[in-house]
């Protein structure tokens, strides 16, 4: 199975939601190893940082980290100085920031080099933020907002640009896959708009040339992931369903439905595409088989819905 490749220890999977916590489980057993209580607030979205140390969790007024080979259950780093709820957060490749965006609208980045928490760079729009995704060139933020704008900030030269893909439908959720070939983004319509991106390279802005519009569910969408092989695409939604696109010409692939039917809030592939998590209204965390769409693993233990979920895989050898 793809969740087992390499040592299992290099294989963390996190969930949390609104029974303010934080599980982190064994991937390939579905068992719980620790549990991080999080009293603050509802857990908006989760990060692990690229170094597997520290998980980051963004929450009502609050981003905090915690120490992953810690027993200590008080975080490492705490920031309470955000009006609203942070809504989206996630770490440059080399770990020496990270990026969240919020409700206060705006997009933030944080230098983590420092011995707290600084803001070191700040992006204002006119809309709350929903959603931020750092471009794999680790140049250039697309921030997408609640009036429907997606903002491509370029970092090099504080240059923006702005696009609106649908009049009046609030941009959830923004994924550029691992080539940046792709980006897509999904609204509250739950429809999926796909771009190719060209450029984007040494100080050359990255270019959006519209390709597909996806009727992707019948109601609101919450995310959308790139397979890490950039072959597939999954959406998530208030409708109840996962849905898997293929991204050669984003025909529809699989849905992932489960009864008790809840809105699936949050997905990850495993690192070598085959497999998907999903996280759920009904408190369960799930492992799907791609191929099939079967259900390979339950994740039990939240009392409340899930709304975010974070993987990294390891595919290095460890002989």
Same mark, same amino acid.
């Given at each position: 199975?793809?969740?087992?490749?390499?040592?299992?220890?290099?294989?963390?999977?996190?969930?949390?939601?609104?029974?303010?916590?934080?599980?982190?489980?064994?991937?390939?057993?579905?068992?719980?190893?620790?549990?991080?209580?999080?009293?603050?607030?509802?857990?908006?979205?989760?990060?692990?940082?690229?170094?597997?140390?520290?998980?980051?969790?963004?929450?009502?007024?609050?981003?905090?980290?915690?120490?992953?080979?810690?027993?200590?259950?008080?975080?490492?780093?705490?920031?309470?100085?955000?009006?609203?709820?942070?809504?989206?957060?996630?770490?440059?490749?080399?770990?020496?920031?990270?990026?969240?965006?919020?409700?206060?609208?705006?997009?933030?980045?944080?230098?983590?080099?420092?011995?707290?928490?600084?803001?070191?760079?700040?992006?204002?729009?006119?809309?709350?933020?929903?959603?931020?995704?750092?471009?794999?060139?680790?140049?250039?933020?697309?921030?997408?907002?609640?009036?429907?704008?997606?903002?491509?900030?370029?970092?090099?030269?504080?240059?923006?640009?702005?696009?609106?893909?649908?009049?009046?439908?609030?941009?959830?959720?923004?994924?550029?896959?691992?080539?940046?070939?792709?980006?897509?983004?999904?609204?509250?319509?739950?429809?999926?708009?796909?771009?190719?991106?060209?450029?984007?390279?040494?100080?050359?802005?990255?270019?959006?040339?519209?390709?597909?519009?996806?009727?992707?569910?019948?109601?609101?969408?919450?995310?959308?992931? /790139? +397979?890490? &092989? !950039?072959?597939?695409?999954? *959406?998530? %939604?208030? =409708?109840?369903? #996962? @849905?898997? $696109?293929?991204?050669?010409?984003?025909?529809?692939?699989?849905?992932?439905?489960?009864?008790?039917?809840?809105?699936?809030?949050?997905?990850? /592939? +495993?690192? &070598? !595409?085959?497999?998907?998590? *999903?996280? %759920?209204? =009904?408190?369960? #965390? @799930?492992? $799907?088989?791609?191929?099939?769409?079967?259900?390979?693993?339950?994740?039990?233990?939240?009392?409340?819905?899930?709304?975010?979920?974070?993987?990294?895989?390891?595919?290095?050898?460890?002989?």
């Amino acid at each position: 199975m793809g969740i087992e490749v390499g040592n299992k220890d290099q294989v963390i999977f996190a969930t949390g939601g609104y029974d303010h916590s934080i599980k982190i489980w064994q991937a390939h057993t579905g068992v719980c190893q620790s549990t991080i209580q999080h009293p603050a607030s509802q857990i908006n979205a989760l990060e692990i940082a690229p170094d597997k140390h520290l998980i980051a969790a963004a929450g009502y007024q609050n981003i905090f980290m915690h120490d992953l080979g810690s027993s200590n259950p008080n975080s490492v780093l705490n920031y309470e100085g955000v009006s609203k709820n942070v809504t989206s957060l996630g770490f440059q490749e080399d770990g020496k920031w990270m990026y969240t965006g919020s409700e206060d609208c705006s997009a933030r980045i944080w230098d983590l080099r420092a011995s707290s928490f600084q803001c070191q760079r700040i992006f204002q729009v006119s809309a709350p933020v929903n959603c931020v995704s750092l471009h794999p060139n680790q140049s250039e933020l697309i921030v997408g907002d609640q009036s429907g704008i997606v903002h491509l900030w370029d970092l090099r030269s504080d240059h923006n640009e702005q696009l609106i893909p649908e009049a009046e439908a609030s941009i959830q959720d923004i994924s550029i896959d691992s080539d940046g070939t792709y980006m897509a983004a999904v609204n509250n319509k739950g429809h999926c708009y796909v771009w190719s991106l060209t450029g984007g390279v040494t100080d050359e802005p990255t270019k959006l040339t519209p390709r597909h519009r996806i009727i992707a569910h019948k109601n609101y969408a919450l995310r959308c992931k /790139f +397979s890490p &092989d !950039s072959t597939l695409l999954v *959406t998530t %939604s208030a =409708d109840q369903t #996962a @849905r898997i $696109w293929r991204t050669t010409d984003f025909s529809d692939v699989q849905i992932l439905q489960h009864e008790p039917k809840r809105w699936v809030w949050d997905a990850a /592939f +495993s690192a &070598d !595409s085959q497999y998907i998590f *999903t996280a %759920s209204s =009904d408190g369960v #965390a @799930r492992l $799907w088989n791609v191929a099939n769409g079967h259900v390979e693993r339950e994740y039990q233990g939240h009392t409340k819905a899930i709304t975010a979920l974070a993987f990294r895989d390891q595919l290095i050898s460890t002989n």
